[in-house]
């Protein structure tokens, strides 16, 4: 994958960001970021991080 492709954007501002060979990148709306292996480890690292933001 050469280029980021957003994979979705959240009402609360999260996002998630495809980089490439299998790996995710999961931002919340501060701009605070992680990466992770595999689509579903990035869905539950949103989810944690919109649990925390209530």
Known sequence: MDSISRICATSKGSTIDAIGHGRYRVC?????CSEVEGLWQA?????LQE???T
């Open 51 to 53: 649990q925390q933001l």
């Open 43 to 47: 869905y539950e690292a949103l989810r």
């Open 28 to 32: 919340n709306r501060n701009a605070i």
